[in-house]
């Protein structure tokens, strides 16, 4: 369900994915449409991206939705205007979360380190 006023939008995740399994690069692509299609207006709204249901996330979920927006809206955008909550249950969401931040911010360092690693 999405939840729109003057002040904020909240994508509830299971709503999309109708699984509380957010595990697929294309469940995270899925977001990611969700999400860009509040930036077609001039001044974005808060999002807010609610996990509550969910009970399973994925680095690549991650990778696919708040990653591609970080790439693609940049990260002072992203932190202004998104917002992940009801998260609690996911153990190590922050976690994931926090190096999916870190991997695309420092995409440079990360692809270089990669190359290294699997050279």
């Not at 909240?10 to 899925?30: E, R, W």
């Not at 990260?75 to 909550?85: C, L, N």
């Amino acid at each position: 369900m999405l939840i729109n006023n003057d002040f904020e939008m909240k994508i509830n995740v299971i709503d999309i994915l109708k699984s509380p399994n957010a595990s697929l690069h294309d469940d995270g692509l899925m977001i990611y449409e969700e999400v860009k299609k509040q930036f077609k207006s001039a001044e974005p709204n808060d999002i807010e991206i609610d996990f509550s249901a969910i009970k399973r996330c994925s680095t690549l979920f991650l990778n696919a939705s708040f990653g591609k927006l970080l790439a693609e809206y940049g990260e002072e955008t992203v932190r202004k205007y998104i917002h992940p909550i009801g998260y609690n249950q996911i153990l190590t969401f922050m976690d994931k979360y926090n190096d999916m931040w870190d991997n695309v911010i420092n995409r440079d360092n990360y692809q270089a380190y990669r190359e290294e690693a699997f050279a």
